[in-house]
């Protein structure tokens, strides 16, 4: 790993293991469970500014795909004079179509510590304590073992899962009724790639990803209102 990138791992694991030890006497084996829950829920805290912009982002464009779609039409010819056209149209109504992708994108880099600082034996220059927590009897590093029925990585994709079709029936309850066949399939596959992203991450990063997908829903649900 390149060195400017290990002080933001050394200092994400520093402020983890500091909240295992402070919360350890109350919830004992599953501190740095609950440390992860907490430190997503804080991440998506901080986004949510972010995650707000982007769904007023996402109605103003959706008011904008009839326009967008008659430009498609009359300029689908000339490719240069469609992207002015396009542009145009961002600038004027000061959205992007890339307006819902920016919490998705911010999450990255959290995403990627999480990944990290589990699936490293040494970090900041230690032995990883990280590591040896564990959920149901599955320690936090492992990765998901294929054919076998560990309780930890059945309860984790049972609830990936669900909170997949929740979020797939949302998506499409937003698509357009003029949306395409593909796009309408996209929106019920899309959301269950977490259950793929889990299979090949440690199990703590597997948290990251039901508790952030979890508070994703539950966000969408409440801005649709």
Known sequence: MPSFLEAPVAGAYHLITSLVTAIEPLT???AAVLAIVLCTLAVRLVL?????????????RAALMPELKAITERHRDNPERLQREVAKLQAESGTTLFAGFLPTLA???FFWLMYTLFSRAV?????NQLISGSLLGAPL???WPILTGTPAFLALA???AVVAWFSARLQLRQ???TAPALTRQLAQ????????????VPLAAGLYLLTTTTWTLVERSILQR
């Open 158 to 160: 049972v609830l990936l």
């Open 28 to 30: 004992g084996t599953y």
């Open 141 to 143: 590093g492992q990765h």
């Open 48 to 60: 949510l500014p972010l995650s707000i912009r982007a769904h007023h982002g996402l109605r103003a």
């Open 175 to 177: 698509l357009d009724e």
């Open 189 to 200: 596959l899309l959301p269950f790639g977490t259950l793929a992203t889990a299979a090949f």
């Open 123 to 127: 970090v900041a220059g230690e032995s």
């Open 107 to 109: 999450q990255l880099p």
